[in-house]
């Protein structure tokens, strides 16, 4: 509504252009990288593989299944995990996880995150994750070589390469 009612005050009252478009520019939250790799640790102790949220729609994925806050919520439909298994509505199991992990980030002092995601190899082991805590930007790392989250060489603990995609550009 805010920026609404400045688009219609700077037209009534004209000379706004560069407020309008910072008030319609996408948001962007920073985030040191660092600090979010002590969530990789829980949702691997979890089983989860990649959790947040979409539109309305909160998803998670964990070795049991993928799960969505509504399977006929618009914003929901888009969600599926790989290969095509099937989406079911939050149980029980499932959102305690996603409270968990919610409830961690606050504790981390963390913004919400609009998703997280860590990608196995065939032997468990972690070959590349990433985070996203607005629409523009998005933070990836691949360790130079597959990491076993259930035994990090101290070598490993924060030395992750961070890739910082902002996708937005210069908006």
């Not at 523009?136 to 989250?149: G, H, I, W």
Request: charged share 20%; proline share 7%.
């Amino acid at each position: 509504m805010k920026p609404l009612l400045l688009a219609l005050c700077c037209l009534i009252l004209g000379g706004c252009d560069s407020l309008i478009h910072e008030a319609l520019a996408p948001q962007r939250v920073a985030v040191d990288p660092t600090a979010v790799e002590p969530l990789f640790a829980d949702m691997h102790s979890l089983g989860v593989s990649a959790y947040g949220r979409g539109g309305a729609c909160d998803y998670l994925f964990d070795a049991r299944g993928t799960y969505v806050t509504s399977t006929t919520m618009g914003d929901c439909e888009d969600i599926s995990a790989d290969g095509g298994a099937a989406t079911l509505p939050f149980d029980s199991p499932a959102q305690a996880e996603l409270d968990q992990l919610r409830s961690r980030e606050k504790a981390l002092g963390l913004p919400a995150m609009k998703s997280v995601a860590l990608v196995y190899d065939e032997h468990g082991l972690l070959t590349n994750g990433g985070f996203g805590v607005d629409v523009c930007v998005e933070y990836t790392f691949e360790p130079a070589s597959p990491m076993d989250l259930d035994h990090p060489a101290p070598s490993e603990r924060g030395a992750h390469p961070w890739t910082v995609d902002d996708v937005c550009g210069n908006q």
